[in-house]
């Protein structure tokens, strides 16, 4: 099962890269769907007929394109034509010099390479992309497609949690008020795993020194199980006479909050629609009706 399961993984991961590619040179759109629906099924089928697992081939859909394919027909008359091959003509082919197929293959790798969009990509994009970019076609030319992807897939996952992380940040408030110990602090951002944890330590260190934090939550579209567990230490170690104060809470927030089952408490924690209202019902901001 462990090696069905990453070799279906690494088929559905190759054949949608296929259609991707596809995409770019016909500008159409793929149905994802279709795409692994009808792996699927044909994967299912074939072993029943002596045929192994097999994935969309980049090379070959993009030999087809520009030879004039418009319709998934063409794909079916590339089977019977690589059937009719293997049935009738094998013999006869058997004596094609290998050189010559190789290098039809490096016109081919050359036609669907896009060199011209690759090169305008590295002229363009960010560092992190271009990294991306090089190391996987490094990877294809060393090893393989699948170690490629493989590789690519994980190292995108990551940089991308990354400059999500990086995008998460604290801004202070024009509410806080230093004489009434009052720190206002507005949270920009994701709170998960990869940003929570800096996030309620920076919060700790502004903190110090104030007895009422209130936390502005409109802009914290995630909180995960990181974040709820750096949330819960920062409570934790808050002071005796620290209040926490939580306002404008997503949907997603409030649920995972609801689920962790953390309520109210008296001078300790509470939640509130806006900013002005939790100011207001504290004593915090006489006279305030309406937020700037």
Same mark, same amino acid.
């Given at each position: 099962?462990?090696?069905?399961?990453?070799?279906?993984?690494?088929?559905?991961?190759?054949?949608?890269?296929?259609?991707?590619?596809?995409?770019?040179?016909?500008?159409? =759109?793929?149905?994802?769907?279709?795409?692994?629906?009808?792996?699927?099924?044909?994967?299912?089928?074939?072993?029943?007929?002596?045929?192994?697992?097999?994935?969309?081939?980049?090379?070959?859909?993009?030999?087809?394109?520009?030879?004039?394919?418009?319709?998934?027909?063409?794909?079916?008359?590339?089977?019977?034509?690589?059937?009719?091959?293997?049935?009738?003509?094998?013999?006869?082919?058997?004596?094609?010099?290998?050189?010559?197929?190789?290098?039809?293959?490096?016109?081919?790798?050359?036609?669907?390479?896009?060199?011209?969009?690759?090169?305008?990509?590295?002229?363009?994009?960010? =560092?992190?992309?271009?990294?991306?970019?090089?190391?996987?076609?490094?990877?294809?030319?060393?090893?393989?497609?699948?170690?490629?992807?493989?590789?690519? *897939?994980?190292?995108?996952?990551?940089?991308?949690?990354?400059?999500?992380?990086?995008?998460?940040?604290?801004?202070?408030? #024009?509410?806080?008020?230093?004489? $009434?110990?009052?720190?206002?602090?507005?949270?920009?951002?994701?709170?998960?795993?990869?940003?929570?944890?800096?996030?309620? &330590?920076?919060?700790?260190?502004?903190?110090?020194?104030?007895?009422?934090?209130?936390?502005?939550?409109?802009?914290?579209?995630?909180?995960?199980?990181?974040?709820? =567990?750096?949330?819960?230490?920062?409570? &934790?170690?808050?002071?005796?006479?620290?209040?926490?104060?939580?306002? &404008? *809470? #997503?949907?997603?927030?409030?649920?995972?909050?609801?689920?962790?089952?953390?309520?109210?408490?008296?001078? $300790? *924690?509470?939640?509130?629609?806006?900013?002005?209202?939790?100011?207001?019902?504290?004593?915090?901001?006489?006279?305030?009706?309406?937020?700037?």
């Amino acid at each position: 099962m462990p090696a069905a399961f990453s070799m279906a993984m690494l088929g559905a991961i190759e054949s949608l890269l296929c259609a991707v590619v596809l995409d770019g040179m016909t500008g159409k =759109k793929h149905n994802s769907n279709g795409e692994l629906l009808g792996q699927g099924l044909g994967n299912i089928a074939a072993p029943f007929f002596g045929g192994i697992t097999a994935t969309a081939a980049i090379a070959r859909s993009a030999a087809n394109v520009r030879a004039g394919a418009t319709s998934p027909v063409s794909a079916i008359v590339h089977s019977l034509l690589v059937l009719l091959t293997l049935l009738v003509l094998a013999p006869v082919l058997s004596y094609l010099p290998l050189a010559a197929m190789s290098a039809l293959l490096l016109m081919v790798a050359w036609n669907m390479s896009e060199a011209a969009k690759v090169i305008e990509l590295i002229r363009s994009a960010p =560092k992190d992309d271009i990294i991306v970019l090089l190391l996987c076609m490094s990877l294809t030319v060393l090893f393989d497609m699948v170690i490629a992807i493989s590789v690519g *897939i994980v190292l995108a996952s990551l940089l991308f949690m990354r400059r999500i992380a990086n995008m998460t940040r604290l801004s202070e408030s #024009p509410f806080t008020n230093n004489d $009434k110990g009052l720190l206002v602090v507005r949270v920009n951002g994701p709170l998960f795993f990869a940003a929570a944890e800096r996030i309620f &330590d920076d919060l700790k260190v502004k903190s110090a020194g104030y007895h009422t934090i209130v936390m502005q939550w409109d802009a914290v579209p995630v909180l995960d199980a990181g974040g709820l =567990k750096a949330f819960r230490r920062f409570i &934790d170690e808050a002071g005796v006479d620290t209040h926490i104060v939580v306002c &404008d *809470i #997503p949907f997603q927030p409030l649920k995972t909050l609801a689920r962790a089952g953390i309520v109210p408490v008296d001078n $300790k *924690i509470s939640f509130f629609p806006t900013v002005t209202k939790a100011l207001i019902d504290l004593d915090l901001m006489d006279g305030v009706i309406s937020e700037p």
